[in-house]
């Protein structure tokens, strides 16, 4: 099955990190609610389990909080291969401007 994966810097500290990945999905999920369904979720402290559908197809992974990156990976079909850029820059963009550093 073809994965992604998409690392992004936190600039904070890993539980601060971990704390605003619990919003990542649900955001992305609430953006394009027409295309993602059944998102499902669970937390056990700097790790995040995922799975969701998208077009009738299921995606799964996990995301990872480091003590300077998040790393969101996981596999799609083969069938949404042709996505797996959108899905990566949606999952990029959306980790950036979750965790861009506070303006000083």
Known sequence: ???FNV???HYTTKEEASTKIRYLLEGISAKYSDKI???EQTFD?????FSFKTLGMNV???GLVDDEYVTVKGNIPIAA????GQIESTIKDSLVRLLKPPKA
Do not use: A, H
């Open 81 to 84: 291969m042709m996505f797996k």
């Open 1 to 3: 099955m073809p994965q």
């Open 60 to 62: 799964t992974g996990e």
């Open 45 to 49: 402290g700097d790790r995040m389990q």
């Open 7 to 9: 690392s992004v810097p």
């Open 37 to 39: 369904k059944n998102l």
